[in-house]
C-alpha cells in the first residue's frame, strides 16, 4: 500500500527508469536452466543494461563457430538441394522489380500504412493520452515505421546468420542453399533500408529484446542454436510481422515490397526446419535436445511480452503516461494482438516439427497461452504462395478490426 503510495509521488521519467530495470531483472530471473542462462545471459547484459545497440557506434560480436569443410562435396540432403534450385529460380532484384518511382505520403489517410484501429486509442485516452485525429496519423506513422526499423535490424542480423550456418552447417546441400539465403538477406537489407530512408525519412534503434537475441546467436559457436534462434524463432517473428502488415496495410510499393520478402522468408523457415529436424532427431543427446527446449521457449517468452515498442513509447509518451500503461495500450491494440498470433501460428507448427515440443515442455507452454498455436501447419507443409494467399483471403474477409478502421476517423 505504501509501496504503492510511494511510487505514484514519483514523476513518470523515474517511475520508467525503475520500471525498465525490473523488466530486465525480469528476464534474467526468467533464465532457469544454466545453459540457457550462459547463452543468453551475456547478450542480456549487453542488450538490456548496457544498451549496446544504441549507443551509436557499430557493435562487435565475436563468432566462435567452426567452419566445416567437406572435399568430397556429397549430394546429401535432397529437400535441401531442391530447395537450392527453387532459390535460384526465385531470385529478384530490390531495384528493378519494385517501382520506386511511386510516391509515398506516410500521413496521407487516404492510402494508410496502418489502419486506423491499429493501436487502441481508446485505451491511450484512458491511460490520460488523448491524441486527435492528425495525431493518430503520426502515431500510426510512428509504430509502422519502428516495424520496418525492426524488421531492417532483424534482416541484417539475419545476413550474417545465414552466412555463418552456411560456413558452420554439415550438409553440403545445406551450404549450396545457404549461399541463397545469404543473397536473399542481402537483398532484404537493400529495400527495407531504401524503403525507410527514401519513403519513411527515418530510422528508428534497434530494440533492446531483438539486439539480446540477435547478439545470443552471432556469439554462440554452436550452429545449431543459431539456426534455431535466427532461421525458426527469428524467421518466424518475421514472417508473423511481415504477413500481419501486407495484410492490413493499403500502401502499394510496401505490399509488393513484402510480398517478395515473403516468399523468400518461406523458403528459409522451410530449411531451418529440415536441416534441425534431422539434427535434434538423430544428433543429440537428451540433455541437449532438453537445452534447446529451454532455450527455445525462453526465447518464446521475450519474444511474446517484450516486443512493446518502448521506442516509440520514449519518443512520444515518456513524461505523459507509464510504461506500464503503454505496455496496456500494446496489449489491448488489435493489430499488435494480430501481430502476436499470426507470429506464434507460424512458430509453433515448427517447433513440433522439429521435436522440440515434447511431453516435458509443452505445460510450460500451456502456462503462458501459447500451445494451442501448436497444430497448425509447419513450413514444411506450406509454401510462401500459400502463405500469401491465406493472408490475402484474411484481407478479403476481414469485416473485423481492419476493414472497418480503414474508415479513418
Ligand atoms: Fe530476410
Ligand atoms: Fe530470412
Known amino acids: 500500500m505504501i509501496k504503492d503510495l510511494v511510487w505514484k509521488a514519483l514523476p513518470f521519467k523515474v517511475q520508467n527508469q525503475l520500471d525498465a530495470l525490473a523488466e530486465a531483472a525480469q528476464v534474467f530471473r526468467e533464465m532457469k536452466h544454466p545453459g540457457v542462462l550462459r547463452s543468453l545471459g551475456p547478450a542480456g547484459v ?3 543494461l548496457l544498451h549496446e545497440g544504441k549507443q551509436g557506434r557499430p557493435t562487435l560480436a565475436p563468432a566462435r563457430h ?14 535441401m538441394r531442391d530447395l537450392y534450385r527453387r532459390a535460384k529460380l526465385g531470385q529478384w ?3 528493378r522489380d519494385l517501382d520506386w518511382r511511386r510516391s509515398v505520403d506516410p500521413l496521407n489517410p487516404e492510402v494508410p500504412l496502418l ?10 485516452e484512458g491511460h490520460g493520452a488523448r491524441l486527435d485525429a492528425k495525431e493518430r496519423v503520426k502515431l500510426n506513422y510512428s509504430v509502422c515505421t519502428w516495424m520496418l526499423s525492426q524488421f531492417l535490424h532483424g534482416e541484417q542480423g539475419a545476413l550474417y546468420a545465414a552466412a555463418q550456418v552456411t560456413e558452420a552447417v554439415q550438409f553440403f546441400d545445406g551450404k549450396l542453399y545457404g549461399s541463397t539465403q545469404v543473397m536473399d538477406e542481402g537483398r532484404h537489407v537493400e529495400v527495407f533500408s531504401r524503403y525507410l530512408n ?5 530510422l528508428y534503434q534497434v530494440n533492446d529484446n531483438l539486439f539480446v537475441i540477435i547478439d545470443a546467436l552471432m556469439t554462440d559457436g554452436r550452429w545449431d542454436m543459431k539456426f534455431l534462434g535466427m532461421q525458426i524463432m527469428v524467421e518466424g517473428l518475421a514472417l508473423g510481422a511481415f504477413g500481419t502488415l501486407y495484410r492490413v496495410t493499403r500502401e502499394p510499393l510496401l505490399r509488393d515490397l513484402l510480398r517478395r520478402v515473403i516468399m523468400d522468408e518461406a523458403r528459409h523457415v522451410h530449411y531451418g526446419v529440415i536441416a534441425l529436424r534431422e539434427h535434434v532427431r538423430t544428433e543429440l543427446s537428451e540433455a541437449e535436445r ?12 521475450l519474444m511474446r511480452n517484450r516486443f512493446m515498442a518502448y521506442e516509440v ?11 506500464a500503461a503503454w505496455r496496456d495500450v500494446v496489449q489491448r491494440s488489435p493489430g499488435m494482438r494480430e501481430f502476436r498470433q499470426v507470429m506464434f501460428s507460424r512458430l509453433m507448427p515448427n517447433l513440433r516439427e522439429i521435436g522440440l515440443l515434447t511431453p516435458r515442455i509443452i505445460p ?40 472497418e478502421s480503414f474508415a479513418v476517423s
Open 93 to 95: 532484384d530490390g531495384e
Open 313 to 323: 513509447f520514449d519518443e512520444w509518451f515518456s513524461g505523459r503516461i507509464s510504461r
Open 66 to 79: 567452426s567452419a566445416f569443410f567437406d572435399w568430397s562435396y556429397p549430394q546429401d540432403q535432397p529437400e
Open 290 to 301: 532438453r537445452e534447446r527446449e529451454d532455450w527455445a521457449f525462453e526465447v518464446a517468452l
Open 46 to 48: 549487453r542488450g538490456l
Open 115 to 124: 489502419p486506423a484501429g491499429f493501436i487502441d486509442f481508446g485505451a491511450l
Open 364 to 403: 510450460a507452454y500451456e502456462r503462458v497461452g501459447l500451445a494451442e498455436y501448436m497444430f497448425g501447419k509447419s513450413a514444411r507443409e506450406l509454401t510462401g504462395e500459400q502463405m500469401l494467399a491465406d493472408l490475402d483471403r484474411g484481407a478479403a474477409a476481414s469485416s473485423g478490426w481492419a476493414g
Open 198 to 202: 527514401d519513403k519513411m525519412g527515418r
